[in-house]
């Protein structure tokens, strides 16, 4: 069974999907954002057998949350409510840290940093 990483946006939302291990995160698709949202996501969990999402929880340097933090709080209460478990983890400029590697060209750029938010995640994960 896999993670699914969100790097959620309100016109753009990155997945990345982990390895059925849960050791290696990999981009997997940008999708719209929007009305939709819950229902494509839905339907990609139970079409990748996924058993828990983690949300880029995105705070500023002082650790308050920035402004688009309002939706992914309704995003994950709307996934739990779906009987989903979710966590957040800190997402710290995962997006830059894509445009660094890759480029501001790459279409890529919402998925990798989606996948650069689950793979931190699953670094922690395994020494704790």
Known sequence: MKYLGIDYG??????????DTHTIAFPYKTIPGGKTLVADLLHIIQKEHI??????????????????????RR???ALEKEGIAVDFHPEFYSSAQVI????????????SAAAVILQNYLELQKNI
């Not at 880029?56 to 688009?68: A, H, L, Q, V, Y």
Request: aromatic letters at 0%; a neutral charge; zero cysteines.
């Open 10 to 19: 309100t016109k753009r939302v990155g997945l990345a999907t982990s390895d």
């Open 51 to 72: 058993t828990k999402v983690v949300l880029g929880e995105s705070k500023d340097r002082n650790m308050n949350d920035n402004p688009i933090m309002k939706g992914i």
């Open 75 to 77: 995003l994950k209460e």
């Open 100 to 111: 660094n590697l890759m480029g501001e060209e790459n279409k890529a750029i919402d998925a």
